[in-house]
Every structure is written in C-alpha cells, then in structure tokens.
C-alpha cells in the first residue's frame, strides 16, 4: 500500500478507502476479519454513513473496535449524515449534531476523523451547518469536514460561513462514469455537456480530495460493468492491461483511477477480502498515458 498527506490536514491515509457500506450483511466475525485483513493490507481509511444499512454497518464496525480498541489509533474513521428516512436531507444544526452523536456511540469511538455532509440539502442554511461545525470541531467529536455529491456553488456557499475548511467532496467516478472528465475534452463543442459545474477541477484547486464511489459502475441503475455484456470494448481493454500487469480488471480501474494527476482516494466498497485485496493491487500499477486513453475512450469515445 502506498499513503499520502490529505490536503488541509495532518493525516497520512491509505491511496485505498474501505467503503462500509454493505458489512449490514455480514456477521460480526465475518465483519472483524474483514477489518483485520484490510489493517493487514495496509488500508488505514474507512468510509461509512449513518444510512448505511440504517446504522447496522456501523454498529457492526463498532463491534470490532469494543473488541479491538487499540485498532482505533491505526484508522482514519470518515462517516456522512444528512439523509433522513422519510424526509430526504437534513443539515440543520440539531439533525447534524444528533446524527454525530449517533454515529459515534455506534463506532464506539469518541470522535470521527473526517464528517461528510451526504448529498446536497436543498434546504441547506449554511449558517447553522457551520454552527453545527463549530460546535462539533470545538467538542473534539470531529476533526475535519467534506461533502459528498456536491458542485462548486454549493460548497463555496459552505465555505462563505464555515471556519474549518471542506476537505473531501465524494462524487462517483470511473472509467464508465467519467463525465468529469468528458466535461473538459468537450469544452466549446457541441457535444460538450456541464453537469457538474467543472467540479474537477474546482476540488484541484481548492486542495479538497475526491473519494470516487462505485468506481465499478456506469451509474446507479446499472450493475457492474465488469465482464458486462454491454460493454465489449472496454472489457477488452480492461483484459489486456490486467493479463500485462498480472492483476484483475478490478485492480486496473483503480490504477486508472489513480493515474489522474488529482490524487483522488478511491472507495473500495467490497466485503469481500478476495476484492479488496484485488482492488488495492491496483495501486501498485502505473499505468502510461496511452494505456489510460485507451480505457477512456474504449467505448468508442469520440474525440475533437
């Protein structure tokens, strides 16, 4: 495993995230093994939200740390809030501070390391997210802060009032889902289509480090694409690099990943220790230039 220094913060993480999302389904004995062998690969970051498995993922987690306390000191902890069941979103200052609370007597831990606002809340007031902020900063319940799914407005709407600065933004991303991307090849042409108000490269200049979710993905409807029948072209591509690097396709999404100078984080939502050993062998290929174009526009992309 190979780490960095996460921009705006004193913290060293694994170039890897564990995503927790679907450990609701595991036993607790199935759920430790995973952490263990995941510390043992040397992934330090861990990625959850209070949704997740409507706080079963979380509790499970926690179970591990009650058995393992003295694992907490080798993680970097991350969890997200704002999705209400029944409501949609909520960031107002009591919902965010009670979601903390919350979350971290499931963890069983005393703070959180990053706190990521889950979505956008249309009803965001930015005033009371940063009171909220403050409050948990000053409590020592959380160290840092981010967002997920969010555009360039609305994250300079939070920073306008909040003190501590938005460090993460998670937004899918991979070869099948590269619309941050397609945005800049296409600038000024007719096929050029803005859905996310450049956030690419908004994150690269303002040090706030994207985590790619469903890395594996086309989008939220759709299965994986790996192996998928409806895309030959970047299968094919994908068998070509791995048979080359001796890995899985799996691990050569995450070196294309990694390729982009914006040293993104990406999440590795697996329960599987077979997977996530796969996915993190990706850190150690280094992909060329003509090996990541060539994954990009597999598809048949057209270029200008």
């Known amino acids: 495993?190979?780490?960095?220094?996460?921009?705006?913060?004193?913290l060293k993480v694994s170039k890897v995230a564990l995503g927790c999302m679907r450990i609701a389904s595991k036993?607790?004995?199935e759920v430790e093994n995973l952490v263990?062998?995941?510390?043992?690969?040397?992934?330090?970051?861990?990625d959850h939200a209070d949704i997740y498995g409507g706080g079963k993922s979380e509790e499970l987690f926690g179970k591990v740390l009650q058995k393992h306390p003295e694992l907490r000191k080798e993680m970097i902890i991350q969890s997200k809030c704002g999705i209400r069941p029944g409501i949609?979103?909520?960031?107002?200052?009591?919902?965010?501070?009670?979601?903390?609370?919350n979350i971290l007597s499931r963890l069983q831990t005393d703070y959180l390391d990053i706190l990521l606002l889950h979505r956008p809340d249309a009803l965001m007031d930015p005033q009371e997210v940063s009171e909220a902020f403050d409050?948990?900063?000053?409590?020592?319940?959380?160290?840092?802060?981010?967002?997920?799914?969010?555009?360039?407005?609305?994250i300079e709407l939070l920073k306008k009032y909040c003190k501590q600065p938005i460090i993460i933004n998670q937004l899918q991303f991979g070869p099948a889902h590269?619309?941050?991307?397609?945005?800049?090849?296409y600038a000024n042409m007719d096929e050029g289509i803005d859905h996310d108000g450049d956030i690419l490269n908004y994150c690269r200049l303002n040090d706030i480090t994207i985590q790619p979710?469903?890395?594996?993905?086309?989008?939220?409807?759709?299965?994986?694409?790996?192996?998928?029948?409806?895309?030959?072209?970047?299968?094919?591509?994908?068998?070509?690099?791995?048979d080359k690097y001796n890995v899985s396709k799996v691990a050569i999404v995450t070196a294309w990943i990694l390729r982009h100078p914006a040293q993104m984080q990406p999440i590795a939502g697996t329960t599987s220790i077979k997977n996530m050993l796969d996915t993190i062998k990706g850190v150690e290929v280094k992909l060329t230039r003509e090996?990541?174009?060539?994954?990009?526009?597999?598809?048949?992309?057209p270029l200008p």
């Open 27 to 29: 036993t607790p004995e």
């Open 178 to 185: 590269a619309q941050m991307i397609d945005s800049g090849i």
């Open 291 to 301: 090996e990541w174009y060539a994954i990009y526009t597999a598809e048949d992309k």
């Open 88 to 101: 949609c979103f909520d960031f107002s200052k009591e919902y965010i501070l009670a979601s903390v609370d």
């Open 135 to 154: 409050e948990l900063y000053q409590a020592g319940k959380v160290r840092y802060f981010g967002v997920s799914n969010q555009n360039p407005g609305q």
């Open 36 to 46: 263990l062998e995941s510390l043992k690969a040397g992934i330090n970051f861990f």
């Open 1 to 10: 495993m190979e780490y960095y220094s996460l921009p705006q913060t004193n």
């Open 213 to 242: 979710w469903s890395t594996i993905r086309s989008s939220l409807s759709e299965d994986t694409f790996i192996d998928n029948p409806k895309y030959p072209k970047l299968n094919e591509q994908l068998d070509k690099l791995a």
